[in-house]
């Protein structure tokens, strides 16, 4: 099972970026697929952002434009650039593998907070 951990959230006024990063204990390329997560609060866990190891990418509409998710095959690591942040985009935010059915079969860490506030 891949194990992640996550990185680089924090405070950040509306419009504002932020990078999250993720590290992964296995190569990201021989995974077929990884992904950002978030969970807000009162809400359920969505997937936000996923690329392929063929390095095809896809959003959720509600992040669409805003967001860019990425990977560097040397560190072992999956970025989330987040722009143009809203108070919306609050949430826990969690990598894991993002396969088409499968979804998520990593274990879930404890990812890290993003908060969009004034």
């Known amino acids: 099972q891949v194990q992640l951990v996550e990185s680089g959230g924090g405070l950040v006024q509306p419009g504002g970026s932020l990078r999250l990063s993720c590290v992964a204990s296995?190569?990201?390329?021989?995974?077929?697929?990884m992904g950002w997560y978030r969970q807000a609060p009162g809400k359920q866990r969505e997937l936000v952002a996923r690329?392929?190891?063929?390095?095809?990418?896809n959003y959720a509409d509600s992040v669409k434009g805003r967001f860019t998710i990425s990977r560097d095959k040397t560190k072992n690591t999956v970025y989330l650039q987040m722009n143009s942040l809203k108070p919306e985009d609050t949430a826990v935010y969690y990598c894991?593998?993002?396969?088409?059915?499968?979804?998520?079969?990593?274990?879930w860490g404890q990812g890290t907070l993003v908060t969009v506030s004034s």
């Open positions: 296995d190569s990201i390329f021989s995974i077929r697929a």
């Open positions: 894991n593998t993002a396969h088409e059915k499968a979804g998520a079969l990593g274990a």
């Open positions: 690329i392929t190891s063929g390095g095809i990418t």
